[in-house]
């Protein structure tokens, strides 16, 4: 697996910068920025307000008053998506910054979260790094999909290979919690090189890696948690803005979804009539799901025992997720531009 993990930190030899974008978060943003005024080595800390409605501007100069730098967003431009208009803005905002640090409102990280994923960033010498969260998953339907984030990378993502290889289309990377070294993100084109991007993060990794970067995922789950989605109508909308694009085509995820169905669903299925090869499959699923639970902090059981309809949940949302591309928006945008 070699899963890389935060150590201890190291003496600070570089300015900070934590960016935070939102849009219409007063209902969640509020223990992600008492956090960010908890953390440690007193990082800038700057949060850009996108256009919001619901008051989410008047919660952060409540709450941050004058250690949070707030920015009022400009007003979306043709060509981009909302997220990486908001970051560009935040990265344009940390000036001569060494290491911008992108995270979610849905994030809440440790003290000293960003002096030890700043310290793996220096100690591994890569460009970009994502320490994964701890995914927090309390309803059935999130205890179902989300776990499956982790195990897919761990599971089918070579993540050393994947570090050193060259290869743009080997990419991974996470836009709740990512650190990048300024240098390598505006030699990379920053968010504008992803501007039109739904997986914005993923698309940053291979920028990075054409702009001659280097990148790495780590396990997180000690530096930072993370609840993305707090219902099943929530999770399905979340999925289906965004999902279509993890594949290189129609025919690449349907031959990706076809194998996972035919490991993890209609092979276990046999050993109903007698096929013990059956029994084998399901094993190896649910193997794999308590590894991966044990690697990232997230519950092993009972949930992993459900791994066939984890991957019957799956399939679904990327149906869904193609069935819906182009009609789907997010927060009042659109999330897909022809």
């Known amino acids: 697996m070699l899963l890389r993990r935060p150590g201890p930190a190291l003496p600070r ?11 219409d978060e007063a209902g969640r943003v509020e223990p992600c920025l008492r956090a960010l005024l908890a ?13 919001s409605t619901d008051g989410t501007a008047e919660l952060v100069r409540r709450i941050g008053g004058d ?17 990486p208009h908001a970051c560009q803005q935040l990265a344009d905002a940390a000036g001569d910054a060494d290491v911008l640090v992108f995270v979610d409102a849905d994030v809440v990280l440790v003290p000293d979260a960003v002096e030890r994923a700043a310290a793996l960033l220096r100690r591994s010498g890569v460009d970009l790094l994502t320490p994964y969260p701890r995914i927090d998953a309390v309803t059935a339907g999130e205890r179902l999909v989300q776990p499956l984030l ?6 089918f993502l070579p993540l050393r290979a994947m570090e050193r290889s060259p290869r743009a289309s080997l990419a991974a990377a996470g836009g709740q919690f990512l650190v990048v070294r300024r240098e390598a ?31 790495a995922l780590a396990d997180g789950s000690r530096l930072a948690r993370c609840r993305m989605y707090t219902s099943w109508r929530e ?3 979340g999925y289906s803005k ?7 085509s129609p025919a690449g995820a349907a031959a990706v979804v076809g194998l996972l169905l035919a490991l993890y669903v209609a092979l276990p299925l046999t050993v109903l009539s007698g096929q013990w090869l059956g029994l084998a499959a399901y094993a190896l699923g649910v193997t794999g ?16 025992l459900a791994h066939p309809v984890s991957v019957l949940l799956f399939a679904w949302l990327v149906a869904r997720s193609y069935a819906r591309r182009g009609r789907t928006t997010w927060k009042g945008r659109p999330t897909w531009l022809p």
């Open 235 to 237: 999770l399905a909308d």
């Open 242 to 248: 965004s999902l279509w694009a993890s594949f290189g």
């Open 185 to 215: 993100y505006v030699r990379a084109g920053g968010h504008a090189a992803v501007r039109d991007k739904v997986l914005e993060d993923v698309e940053l990794a291979r920028a990075m890696k054409r702009g001659g970067g280097r990148i």
């Open 67 to 83: 250690r949070i730098r707030l920015l009022d967003g400009r007003p979306l431009p043709g060509g981009w998506l909302g997220k």
């Open 13 to 23: 030899t570089a300015r900070i910068a934590v960016l935070l974008p939102l849009r």
């Open 150 to 155: 982790q195990w897919s990378w761990l599971t």
């Open 289 to 304: 799901r308590v590894v991966s639970a044990r690697a990232t902090g997230g519950r092993a059981f009972p949930d992993a």
């Open 39 to 51: 953390l440690d080595g007193a990082p800038d800390l700057i949060v850009l307000d996108d256009g």
